[in-house]
């Protein structure tokens, strides 16, 4: 697993050896920016932009963006280990300063929303592929009004799953590839 462009190209980021962290494939990430950067749909660029990075796992997404110029990157995961591995990346890049790490549930963590005066252009969900509330998570981010009206949602789930959408989600792109499907949204 590695950065893949920009400031830190190229720097290989630690994972975890356990079974309940699924890291983000190199090449769907890169897919996944590919689009960010080249799509009609997406009215930003990453340069100067905040992200909320869900379920973040060991970082690789949001660390990502940083390379690339994200103004900050906001990350939420609650495994513990994982928490380490995460902030072991941060520190390898020396980029904590650009960044805030929330060792939260996410959904505790919007429940209690504290970015009420935050928008961000980016929101990327990696729950696991077992979690079964992607509605109420859809519905809480809606709810707490913390997406940038130009913003987009970026959801990545088994493409085997069938999950229930909130009706307001609306679905500007999906992409298969491999065992992910990955999802572009807004409200």
């Known amino acids: 697993m590695r950065i893949i462009s920009g400031n830190f190209k190229n720097k290989k980021l630690f994972q ?4 309940f962290t699924r890291p983000l494939k190199d090449l769907v ?5 590919n689009i960010i950067e080249h ?3 997406v009215k930003f660029k990453i340069k100067n932009c905040e992200v ?3 379920f973040s796992g060991s970082g690789s997404f ?6 690339r110029g994200a103004k900050k990157v906001f990350f939420c995961e609650n495994y513990i280990p994982t ?5 072991k990346n941060i520190d390898s890049l020396k980029c904590k300063e650009r960044t805030d790490v929330y060792i939260k549930d996410v959904f505790k963590l919007l429940n209690n929303n504290p970015f009420i005066e935050k928008k961000f252009q980016i929101i990327f969900l990696d ?11 859809i519905e809480n981010l809606n709810e707490s009004n913390i997406l940038d009206k130009n913003g987009i949602i970026i959801l990545h789930r088994n ?3 069938k999950d229930l959408l909130p009706n307001k989600f609306n679905i500007e792109l999906e992409k298969i590839y491999g065992l992910s499907k990955i999802i572009f949204g807004f409200f």
Do not use: A, R
């Open 16 to 19: 975890p050896n356990n079974n």
């Open 83 to 87: 928490t380490k591995i995460l902030n």
């Open 52 to 54: 909320l990075d869900l």
């Open 127 to 137: 729950p696991p592929f077992k979690e079964k509330k992607i509605k109420e998570l």
């Open 29 to 33: 990430k890169e897919s996944i920016f």
């Open 39 to 41: 799509s009609k749909f």
């Open 62 to 67: 949001g660390l990502e963006c940083i390379s």
């Open 159 to 161: 493409k085997k799953y």
